[in-house]
């Protein structure tokens, strides 16, 4: 049974934000929330994870609400080598796999 | 280039055969994770491994096997192949096994079987 829910597929222009939404209602507080992404049929690439604090890296911003039961993925300036599709991954902090959805589908257009 | 290298890169092969995939953990990786992709599956995790010891175990089916090597490598191994065992096979790998924050898994560029 799915812990996230996410849109199937968006697009977003190039050079602009992509704001990417994960739904994660049943989110326990030992879980964290991890975003991953798979550029067509290449190995899955970590981005970033957080706990319940908003966190930045390099690649991204994840933004984690209040209650914890949502969270979003913010690329800040969209490229064409951003198109991939984008999983959110719920996982416990004693959980050994990560358990992929179905994620999103970014297409990021010129 | 996450570090994490899996050999070979395609396999073809038939019904019925054995092979056996390799991988290499980005250095100073204890644990190893082998995933499956399939079509109509998505990424499943399959086993995984910490400093030469099974440690937890997903949708891993029985013709299916793996171990870790005392130089960290892991070979998986998939018998008696059938047309459904055409995926790709991904390779994660990370510093511990779970239980920390800083756990995260980085993933080789995958081998793609091809059962025919």
């Known amino acids: 049974d799915a812990k996230t829910t996410q849109p199937p597929s968006m697009d977003c222009a190039e050079g602009r934000a992509a704001n990417l939404p994960c739904n994660h209602s049943?989110?326990?507080?030992?879980?964290?929330v991890y975003w991953y992404r798979q550029i067509h049929s290449q190995g899955p690439q970590y981005i970033i994870h957080g706990l319940k604090n908003n966190e930045t890296n390099e690649m991204a911003s994840l933004i984690i609400t209040e209650d914890r039961k949502s969270s979003t993925l913010i690329l800040p300036h969209a490229t064409l080598r951003d198109t991939a599709v984008y999983y959110c991954?719920?996982?416990?902090?004693?959980?050994?796999?990560?358990?992929f959805g179905a994620g999103t589908t970014v297409t990021v257009r010129a | 280039d996450s570090g994490v290298t899996q050999t070979p890169k395609h396999l073809i092969t038939a019904t019925g055969q054995r092979v056996t995939l390799r991988c290499s953990p980005r250095s100073g990786d204890l644990s190893v994770y082998w995933y499956q992709q399939s079509l109509d599956q998505g990424l499943q995790f399959l086993i995984q491994?910490?400093?030469?010891?099974?440690?937890a175990k997903g949708n891993i089916l029985e013709r299916f096997s793996a171990q870790q090597f005392p130089d960290l490598h892991s070979e998986l191994n998939l018998s008696s192949l059938e047309l459904g065992d055409s995926a790709l096979y991904f390779c994660?790998?990370?510093?511990?096994?779970?239980?920390?924050?800083?756990?995260?898994?980085?993933f080789g560029p995958g081998t793609r079987l091809t059962v025919l």
């Open positions: 049943t989110i326990s507080g030992n879980e964290y």
């Open positions: 994660a790998s990370s510093v511990e096994g779970g239980g920390t924050s800083t756990d995260t898994q980085y």
């Open positions: 991954i719920v996982r416990a902090s004693d959980d050994y796999k990560l358990s």
């Open positions: 491994y910490y400093n030469g010891e099974e440690r």
